[in-house]
């Protein structure tokens, strides 16, 4: 594994926890942006929950 997964992997939310941002939240201008991410870090990392 290199370096950038595991700094991603450590810094993903652990979404069995706690909820990803909120949908209205923007990211660059973007809708939903945020939460894809979030979502995304936390599937990558085995933490994405339901």
Same mark, same amino acid.
């Given at each position: 594994?290199?370096?950038?997964?595991?700094?991603?992997?450590?810094?993903?939310?652990?979404?069995?926890?706690? &909820? %990803?941002?909120? %949908?209205?939240?923007?990211?660059?201008? &973007?809708?939903?942006?945020?939460?894809?991410?979030?979502?995304?870090?936390?599937?990558?990392?085995?933490?994405?929950?339901?």
């Amino acid at each position: 594994m290199n370096m950038n997964s595991e700094t991603m992997i450590t810094t993903a939310k652990d979404l069995t926890k706690e &909820y %990803p941002r909120s %949908p209205r939240e923007t990211l660059a201008g &973007y809708v939903l942006a945020a939460r894809v991410l979030d979502k995304c870090r936390a599937a990558i990392a085995g933490t994405l929950g339901e």
